[in-house]
């Protein structure tokens, strides 16, 4: 498409605002912003939602709550104001996933699901799997049930969960039944000041967790415990310099096959893609 005169004026004012703002990649959100309010619009309206969104950008609204869809392992996700956005790092669990045998039939939670980015994409890669996407806010969770709606196929067995995983009783139907437990949950400590992207327009329990990050962490290994089969796996995000203390929380609690993985090709202003692994190998309460 060509761009008039007032487009390309208003472009230009754009990148100026967005470089102003601080933004860490100015020419990426300047070009996903163009394609979105000015290529797909129809004339008469582009300019002004164009103009808009970039002023919504400046004040540091992230930029997926504003296109309002996210792309992750080839599903496109609805999410917005009040819900996570899923990032490329979490790509390093179906990575994993693809290299481990899985009995088909085997029951799959993810545990904070959000937006239901990481249920879905292993849906959509192992769809004999049977996965539950957990999670407690009610806008992530209307999120997470629209997206299940939308993107799941008949071929997949999916669904969701409102549930608080620090309250063992939701689960209790569930014990000793999961093959696999994956969790992104909240781990940044509160301590860190983070960009205003996660720290003023993200719900403050979808990111922070306690002194050291790991509350929900812990809760989550105890949970894990209790409904993973014998030779289930828990697979855990977390960040890089949370590895130790959570190779040393898996081991105390005796999981077996203890493991960090990075994924050296996922990483962004937040950091590198880092998760550890686990193994149930006897059932040890
Ligand atoms: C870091 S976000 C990850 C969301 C999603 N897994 C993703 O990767 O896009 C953490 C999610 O955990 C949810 N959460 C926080 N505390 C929770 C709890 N106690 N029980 C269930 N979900 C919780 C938050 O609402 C948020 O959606």
Redesign the pocket.
Same mark, same amino acid.
């Given at each position: 498409m060509s761009l008039g005169k007032y487009e390309e004026e208003a472009i230009i004012l754009a990148r100026a605002q967005l470089e102003a703002a601080d933004i860490w990649d100015p020419e990426g959100d300047l070009n996903s912003l163009v394609d979105r309010f000015i290529v797909r619009s129809d004339k008469q309206r582009a300019l002004n939602e164009f103009t808009l969104a970039v002023s919504e950008r400046c004040s540091r609204i992230p930029l997926g709550h504003i296109l309002g869809t996210v792309e992750?392992d080839e599903l496109q996700l609805v999410i917005g104001s009040g819900?996570?956005? $899923?990032?490329p790092? /979490?790509i390093v669990i179906h990575k994993w996933l693809d290299g481990t045998e899985l009995a088909t039939g085997t029951r799959v939670l993810?545990?904070?699901?959000? /937006?239901? &980015?990481?249920?879905l994409a292993i849906a959509r890669r192992r769809p004999d799997l049977n996965v539950t996407c957990? +999670?407690? +806010?009610e806008v992530?969770f209307s999120y997470l049930k629209r997206n299940i709606n939308r993107l799941s196929t008949k071929q997949m067995h999916i669904d969701a969960l409102q &549930?608080?995983?620090?309250?063992k009783n939701a689960f209790a139907h569930l014990s000793h039944k999961v093959g696999l437990i994956v969790?992104? $949950? $909240?781990?940044v400590p509160q301590h860190i000041q983070l960009q205003p992207e996660w720290s003023e327009h993200? $719900?403050t329990? &979808?990111?922070y /967790?306690g002194t050291d990050g790991l509350d929900?962490t812990r809760?989550i290994t105890a949970l894990a415990i209790m409904l993973l089969t014998p030779d289930g796996w828990l697979v855990i +995000?977390h960040g890089e310099d949370q590895a130790n203390a959570i190779r040393d929380l898996f081991e105390k609690y005796q999981l077996t096959e203890v493991r960090t993985v990075i994924d050296r090709d996922a990483s962004d202003i937040t950091g590198r893609s880092v998760m550890t692994v686990g193994r149930l190998l006897n059932n040890v309460r």
């Amino acid at each position: 498409m060509s761009l008039g005169k007032y487009e390309e004026e208003a472009i230009i004012l754009a990148r100026a605002q967005l470089e102003a703002a601080d933004i860490w990649d100015p020419e990426g959100d300047l070009n996903s912003l163009v394609d979105r309010f000015i290529v797909r619009s129809d004339k008469q309206r582009a300019l002004n939602e164009f103009t808009l969104a970039v002023s919504e950008r400046c004040s540091r609204i992230p930029l997926g709550h504003i296109l309002g869809t996210v792309e992750f392992d080839e599903l496109q996700l609805v999410i917005g104001s009040g819900v996570f956005i $899923p990032r490329p790092h /979490s790509i390093v669990i179906h990575k994993w996933l693809d290299g481990t045998e899985l009995a088909t039939g085997t029951r799959v939670l993810d545990l904070c699901a959000g /937006s239901g &980015a990481i249920g879905l994409a292993i849906a959509r890669r192992r769809p004999d799997l049977n996965v539950t996407c957990v +999670e407690f +806010e009610e806008v992530a969770f209307s999120y997470l049930k629209r997206n299940i709606n939308r993107l799941s196929t008949k071929q997949m067995h999916i669904d969701a969960l409102q &549930a608080d995983v620090r309250d063992k009783n939701a689960f209790a139907h569930l014990s000793h039944k999961v093959g696999l437990i994956v969790a992104n $949950p $909240p781990y940044v400590p509160q301590h860190i000041q983070l960009q205003p992207e996660w720290s003023e327009h993200h $719900p403050t329990t &979808a990111v922070y /967790s306690g002194t050291d990050g790991l509350d929900l962490t812990r809760q989550i290994t105890a949970l894990a415990i209790m409904l993973l089969t014998p030779d289930g796996w828990l697979v855990i +995000e977390h960040g890089e310099d949370q590895a130790n203390a959570i190779r040393d929380l898996f081991e105390k609690y005796q999981l077996t096959e203890v493991r960090t993985v990075i994924d050296r090709d996922a990483s962004d202003i937040t950091g590198r893609s880092v998760m550890t692994v686990g193994r149930l190998l006897n059932n040890v309460r």
